[in-house]
């Protein structure tokens, strides 16, 4: 299955489509979100994101918050069917785009370290390993350990 990139549009995050946010994230095989956090994400957090839609299905999405000068992606997903198709990489763009406009210096996010694929992903983005944090992810033995990433952009 390959997408045209004439049959995919973002959406911006709203309070009116949040819900979106968490059915993708159970169908992505992540623990989703709970209604009320996304809601203080968005309007207290300074939450932003994008819902990626192929025609009226949701299929992807980035979700991000601003600290200070500086932007933390917070989490990225795409529906099991549509990855290796080139979506994260606009979901990601998109988000380079807000950081730009937006001024900001960095972008940073943390990832399982035993996740090669999305350290892979990132990598590609052109973020580069900061530090490793030591058991930060609760795992089912124990905890896992995590990778914070970082991209410079001013």
């Given amino acids: 299955m390959v997408c045209k990139k004439g049959e995919i549009k973002l959406i911006p995050l709203r309070l009116n489509n949040f819900k979106e946010i968490y059915n993708l994230q159970e169908q992505s095989g992540e623990s989703p979100w709970g209604k009320e956090s996304l809601?203080?994400?968005?309007k207290k957090g300074s939450g932003s994101g994008f819902i990626l839609y192929k025609e009226a299905l949701g299929i992807g999405y980035i979700l991000a918050r601003k600290?200070?000068?500086?932007?933390?992606?917070?989490?990225?997903?795409?529906?099991?069917?549509?990855?290796r198709m080139g979506l994260g990489s606009i979901l990601f763009k998109e988000m380079e785009k807000c950081i730009i406009s937006g001024k900001r210096a960095k972008l940073f996010l943390e990832v399982n370290n035993n996740n090669k694929k999305a350290k892979s992903f990132y990598k590609s983005m052109g973020l580069k390993e900061i530090r490793v944090l030591?058991?930060?992810?609760?795992?089912?033995?124990?905890?896992?350990?995590?990778?914070?990433?970082?991209?410079?952009?001013?």
């Fill in 67 to 83: 600290i200070q000068n500086d932007l933390e992606i917070i989490s990225l997903g795409i529906l099991p069917d549509y990855r």
């Fill in 134 to 154: 030591e058991k930060y992810y609760k795992a089912d033995d124990g905890y896992e350990d995590g990778l914070m990433l970082s991209k410079v952009y001013i």
């Fill in 39 to 42: 809601v203080h994400f968005l």
